[in-house]
């Protein structure tokens, strides 16, 4: 059990240690200043070449128990958290967030985005991954109906690879229903990394040399693979059925033995004081994890959590360790993406499929409830500091300025330097456009 | 040209807006100008009616095409329907809605609708036409001639009639098409200018807007023609090369003298005869979906009797894994699954569907069993076609799309726009099902309560543009009288006539392209007049031979594999042909999920274990088809949701390949104790042996000299002898001729 008072007293002092720290030592979180300008010369340089860390909270995170509390509602719905003052004049958020409050400066709230799934995850997962309807369908299969590329999807296959690493990756849990290419294809799907980034012995699996190969071995079956594929030779001579296969050996072989992505899983290369402050947990290490890719050449990262659909006992899940966990990893990224000048040219989206409701049901628990949520953005091109939208007393709805989830994709596309408007068939030919006519949240963009 | 001067009849605006651009044209291609007079707009005025030149206009402009007004939602406050199937809807539209001000008959100059098509106010959408252009004047005139409506007895589209290309063309030819249109009332009209214009192959063949085909490339490509809800298609031929002395090619059956009649259309020379042991990976692959085992593999090359591929062939349609794999396909296609159905009700239908194929049961049995079901699901299998798809428009397009292979979704909003279906056609078919009654508990599972379906009194479809009840109809016919007990049955005869143009023509061709690789007509369940086949006389022989053995659907397979052209060996980096469209060779293709982790596991000797599967079980025998596999997943096996064949997946990526090249997994497979390599290390054969074995269980042929040479020496330089073996093992598995049907 967390005592909120000490927390904070601790949290705070803690803070600012570390900018002690960080301005007095660069070089003890890994890089020295020449890099860090070349770092930030090259974000300038390819201003369009935008990253994006998804934070992802599967289930539904409690948007009125976050970022839209509602201190003067009655009881059964304003529920049991007080509002803290944020870095941000005028908006508070929830006492649970005390190190999320101090970012505010660098998010974008947006209260807005409201759709009308709040009966099935996979559907609203499909609404908010790609911007389109899906019908419910608890597996995440519906019958005859097209299934749309994430957003991740979109810009692997819109921007392709970069430093020999794959466009999109997935990582923690089992992979949140539709973070795949849809109708694009397999080819477009995220490299999902199941292994728990912080485990001693965290390895990737499939993408790490099994320890029973090792890499001689791993070159000796490659000298052997040419020897015994003539087929593949002949191919190369001209464009053939093989399609792109010789093209994905070599990835594989270039992501497998690439210093690059070996030394990004190096999670040991982080200083302990750093690696400590995103939180010993696998979301932490995670996001850790994810600023480590991006700098890589990954383009687009999503990691997931699944805790946050609190039917049951919301107050007690929530300020355990949920809220707590949430706090530590989301205000490290921002410290640090800021810190590095990575925040420049690299997208932070932190969103779930919806809302929850603003009533508290018999289970001391919330319900999903899709017409209000609360989304958070940052970084590239994000007019920060600013909160987009607000919602009624009671947290049901947006009131005035509303934007469907074809506008929210469209604003992410427009940050990722993504032209939406193009249009793309299905397998079976029908042409479908990447989004349906939304329009950019205008409030949301610097 | 002279075609227009024999037509009978006062013609609209639409036949000068022709005579001038045809004449326009004429001129650049060398046709001969046109001889009718442009007639002077005015005279003709009178004769502008709202369907036949109206919507033309605006469907020639792309104003109501589905990116425009003719999208659902409409756009900027317009809403025309698809390419103008509605025609009272559009009349209301521009001439009602918005207070009547799109439209201003006193000075129709200043109509929206035209200010916005020429943009003199601004127009989303850009400008359409130009203030002189044909277009322009038609809609001026159909409004100071007092906006003629469209009338109940208005005449419709017939057909289309489109100069035939039937002589090939040759590199950078060029060549106006002529579209004439016959109306219900037997008046003709020439439309060229005004229908819409669609090259499926631009490679091949580009068509202008106003249809002038140019020729870009050699092979074939089909050039539609679309107007007023009616379509039709132009084969344009274009050969590779003029071979003056065609070599008298050896055949075997009727497949392969039509097979040879197109490659002398287009100049193309065939491959040779694929060798023994490719024709033997080959047919085991694609009749029973394993890898020949290495001894069976060793007689059939061994042996020298002239008929063995003939025997061989007949001996796997009676193999058991030939029941496994086509009822894999069948389950499918007919989306068997657990979510829909329960794991009972899936036992229930994958019995009777293997008993069917044991049994070798003629496709239109099969197919009447599954149209006509009814009972409780778990004694009677076809009923879970009424499970997997449980509303009445739901059941029509699987019918549509399974049987038929029509892909009729189009229709349930708007007419189709690319076939001649309407919405009528789409809820006559639905109205078949309307009376189907499902009793189902919803518990589903090993214990789950009754799940079954009869035919009720009542039950009907309607139309949700005019809220009519709708009467069942088979496809492009006029109302049937259906059976008053069940309609199914009448829907069933009609489906399994023998002389449904459709029902016979889809079973071939899938089956074709199961075998082949790729359809007569591609993708392979789209039949629609605007995808015409590639070799339109072999699938009509086809069609006409299956149908006189009486849709038996082993005689299909037996006559497919037997023909020289399925035999044709396969060419990795063909010059000509490339895409396969002219069979030619065989066009290799990945291996499927299921068929490609069994041949891993066969070659490596060991057995998979799947979860509430025997151990051993193989993959193409899983009748569940969520069972957790994550190579099945990744390698793209179909989460059957869709009737459309393209759900399984056959393209490589990133994943597949760190799967199959770097995973414990596949490593634990290579290194199995009991695997092949350790078992030919225990029986203490020698290095080429070994090879010869590994090279062929995997490749089902012996290495060439070079290659066991190459190989010998990478296995001595080892650190073992073990690991130099388990590395061939994983080059061979890894390799494209593996992974390949070839």
């Known amino acids: 059990m967390l005592n909120v008072t000490m927390d904070q007293t601790r949290l705070c002092d803690g803070i600012s240690r570390r900018n002690l720290l960080r301005v007095g030592s660069l070089s003890l979180l890994g890089l020295n200043l020449p890099q860090l300008l070349a770092r930030r010369a090259q974000a300038g340089a390819a201003a369009k070449d935008v990253n994006c860390i998804l934070l992802w909270m599967g289930g539904g995170a409690s948007n009125i128990d976050t970022f839209d509390m509602k201190p003067d509602a009655p009881s059964e719905i304003r529920g049991e958290f007080q509002p803290i003052a944020s870095n941000l004049p005028g908006l508070s958020v929830c006492e649970h967030l005390p190190l999320t409050a101090q970012q505010m400066d660098k998010i974008c709230l947006i209260r807005s985005v409201s759709h009308t799934e709040s009966g099935d995850h996979t559907a609203a997962h499909h609404y908010m991954l790609s911007g389109y309807a899906q019908r419910p369908d608890p597996t995440g299969q519906p019958a005859n109906s097209v299934i749309y590329p994430s957003y991740g999807s979109v810009v692997g296959r819109e921007l392709g690879w970069r430093n020999g690493l794959p466009p999109y990756v997935v990582l923690t849990g089992e992979a949140a229903p539709y973070t795949g290419a849809g109708y694009m294809g397999s080819e477009y799907n995220p490299l999902t990394i199941k292994a728990d980034a912080n485990d001693p012995k965290f390895s990737v699996e ?17 000298s052997m693979l040419a020897a015994v594929d003539g087929w593949q030779r002949q191919a190369d001579k001209g464009a053939g059925v093989l399609g792109d296969r010789n093209q994905f050996y070599r990835q594989a072989l270039e992501l497998i033995t690439s210093p690059a992505a070996k030394r990004a899983f190096q999670l040991d290369e982080e200083p302990a004081a750093l690696r400590d402050r995103y939180g010993r947990h696998r979301f932490g290490q995670s996001c850790l994890l994810a600023r480590r890719l991006v700098e890589a050449g990954v383009r687009f990262v999503s990691v997931e959590t699944n805790w946050w659909d609190t039917h049951q006992n919301n107050f007690r899940d929530l300020k355990g360790t949920r809220l707590p966990n949430l706090d530590q990893f989301y205000s490290a990224l921002l410290e640090d993406l800021a810190q590095r000048g990575l925040l ?67 604003t992410i596309y427009r940050l990722l330097g993504i032209d939406c408007t193009k249009e793309y068939p299905t397998p079976d030919g029908r042409p479908v456009l990447l989004n349906y006519h939304g329009k950019p949240i205008a409030e949301a963009l610097a | 040209m002279v075609l227009l001067a024999r037509i009978g009849r006062v013609f609209s605006v639409a036949l000068i807006a022709l005579a001038m651009s045809a004449s326009a044209l004429a001129q650049s291609v060398g046709v001969p100008p046109p001889t009718a007079a442009a007639q002077p707009v005015e005279a003709v005025a009178q004769s502008i009616g709202f369907t036949r030149d109206v919507i ?85 005139e159909w409004m100071a001639r007092g906006m003629p409506g469209p009338q109940a007895a208005d005449p419709h589209v017939a057909r289309l009639e489109v100069t035939s290309l039937e002589r090939p063309l040759q ?128 007689s059939f090359l061994d042996s020298s009797d002239p008929d063995k591929r003939s ?95 029509l892909r009729m979704q189009c229709a349930k909003c708007h007419h189709h726009p690319f076939d001649v279906f309407s919405q009528d056609d789409y809820y006559g078919l639905a109205a078949f099902f309307a009376r189907v009654q499902r009793k189902d508990t919803k518990e589903s599972g090993a214990f789950g309560g009754a799940q079954s379906i009869r035919i009720g009194a009542t039950g009907t479809v309607t139309h949700p543009g005019t809220g009519q009840v709708i009467t069942p109809r088979t496809l492009g016919s006029v109302a049937e009288v259906p059976d008053a007990n069940d309609p199914r049955v009448t829907l069933a005869n009609w489906i399994t006539s023998r002389d449904n143009p459709y029902f016979a023509r889809n079973i071939v061709n899938r089956y074709w392209g199961y075998l082949f690789g790729r359809g007569l007509v591609d993708p392979i369940d789209d039949l629609r007049p605007t995808n015409p086949p590639s070799h339109p006389a072999l699938l009509d022989a086809l069609t006409r031979d299956f149908v006189q053995h009486n849709f038996d659907l082993k005689h299909l397979l037996r006559t497919m594999c037997n ?78 949701t869709s009737t459309c064949e393209c759900e399984r997946r056959s393209q490589p990526d990133l994943i597949q390949v760190l799967h199959l090249s770097n995973s414990e997994k596949m490593h634990a497979k290579l290194a199995d104790p009991a695997g092949r390599v350790a078992r030919l290390l225990a029986a203490n054969q020698n290095d080429t042996q070994i090879i010869d074995e590994l090279y062929m269980a995997a490749l089902s042929r012996l290495p060439t000299a070079e290659e066991r040479t190459n190989v010998a020496r990478l296995i001595t330089a080892a650190p073992s002898r073990k690991e130099g073996l388990e590395d061939l093992l994983w080059a061979l598995i890894n390799s494209a001729e593996f992974v390949f049907l070839h």
């Open chain 1, 344 to 410: 420049d040219n690299t997208l932070v989206v932190w969103m779930g499929e919806f809302g929850r409701t603003p009533w508290i049901n018999g289970s001391a628990g919330r319900d999903h409830w899709a017409p209000s949520n609360a989304i958070c953005l940052s970084g590239a091109g994000v007019k920060m500091g600013t909160v987009v939208g607000q919602t009624d007393r009671k947290c049901e709805r947006p009131l005035g300025l509303t934007h469907s989830t074809h506008d929210f994709a469209a």
């Open chain 2, 171 to 298: 590199l950078g030819e060029q060549m106006q098409l002529q579209v004439r249109v016959v109306w219900s009332d037997g008046s003709a009209q020439d439309a060229t200018p005004w229908v819409l214009y669609e090259s499926n192959s631009d490679r091949v063949a580009q068509v202008s807007s106003a249809g002038l085909i140019t020729v870009r490339g050699a092979g074939r490509a089909a050039v539609t023609v679309r107007h007023l809800g009616q379509v039709a298609a132009v084969p344009v031929t274009v050969p590779y090369a003029a071979l003056a002395d065609f070599p008298a090619l050896p055949r075997q059956n009727f497949i392969d003298d039509l097979a040879i009649e197109e490659w002398k259309k287009l100049g193309l020379l065939p491959a040779g005869l694929a060798t023994d042991s490719e024709f033997a990976r080959r047919v085991h692959l694609d009749l029973s979906g394993t890898l020949p085992q290495v001894d069976e593999l060793r």
């Open chain 2, 311 to 405: 025997k061989l062939i007949d001996k796997l349609l009676d193999r058991p894994e030939f029941v496994d794999f086509w009822a894999l396909k069948w389950a499918d296609l007919l989306r068997a699954h657990r979510r829909s159905l329960g794991d009972k009700g899936l036992r229930s239908f994958t019995s009777w569907l293997r008993q069917a194929l044991r049994d070798n049961w003629p496709a239109d049995k099969i197919v009447r069993a599954l149209v006509t079901a009814k009972g409780n699901l778990y004694n009677e299998g076809p009923v879970a076609f009424y499970f997997v798809d449980r509303t009445p428009e739901d059941l029509a397009e699987t019918t549509a799309q399974v049987f038929l292979g």
């Open chain 1, 206 to 222: 499939d993408v790490s040399i099994p320890q029973s190969v090792g890499l001689d071995r791993l070159q000796r079956r490659r």
């Open chain 2, 56 to 140: 033309p206009v605006l469907t020639k402009a792309g104003c109501n095409a589905g990116a425009c007004h003719g999208s659902f939602q409409g756009r900027g406050g317009l809403r025309l329907s698809l390419l103008g199937f509605d025609p009272a809807a559009d009349y209301n539209a521009l001439v009602r809605e918005a207070h009547g001000r799109r439209v201003f008959p006193a000075a129709p100059e200043q109509s929206l609708i035209l200010r916005k098509a020429v943009m003199t106010v601004p127009h989303g959408g850009n400008k359409r036409f130009a203030a002189d252009s044909t277009s322009y004047r038609i809609l001026r």
């Open chain 2, 563 to 640: 023909s020289r052209t399925y035999q044709l060996a396969s060419e990795v980096a063909p010059e000509r042909d490339a895409d396969g469209m002219f069979f030619t060779h065989r066009r290799p293709r990945r291996l499927p999920a299921e068929i490609l982790l069994d041949a891993i596991n066969q070659t490596a000797g060991v057995d998979e274990a799947f979860e509430n599967s025997p151990k051993g079980t193989r993959a193409i025998a899983l009748s569940d088809p969520s069972a957790a596999s994550y190579f099945l997943d990744i390698f793209g096996r179909p989460r059957r």
